[in-house]
């Protein structure tokens, strides 16, 4: 996979750009929403981000996996994972299919 890799930095600039905050203002907004992010998340809370895709955090429970090398069985401990579940409105982007125009939304 090549291309760059977006950062904070990256995502403030593009705020500074389409907003006109300050590049002050538009950094610190960034922070917030990831913070807001990260704080729901930690909660246990999904977080769900229109036509982009949501967030959750799942538990895992104990099981026994093995070492792809030697063979030998490890326990592998319970844990908290991340899942990111892409909204279909992000999926047909990326694969260049133009989602058709609601008319029944038309503005009058």
Do not use: C, W
């Not at 959750?56 to 592998?76: H, L, M, W, Y």
């Amino acid at each position: 996979m090549a291309g760059r890799t977006i950062t904070r930095a990256h995502l403030s600039e593009a705020v500074y750009q389409e907003v006109g905050l300050s590049r002050n203002e538009s950094a610190a907004l960034v922070e917030r929403v990831l913070d807001e992010v990260v704080t729901a998340l930690t909660r246990g809370e999904m977080v769900k981000i229109s036509s982009f895709g949501s967030f959750a955090v799942r538990q895992k429970g104990r099981r026994v996996g093995r070492n792809p090398k030697t063979g030998d069985e490890v326990p592998i401990l319970p844990r908290r994972v991340l899942v990111f579940r892409a909204s279909h409105v992000l999926k047909n982007r990326i694969n260049g299919i133009v989602e058709p125009i609601d008319s029944s939304r038309e503005d009058d």
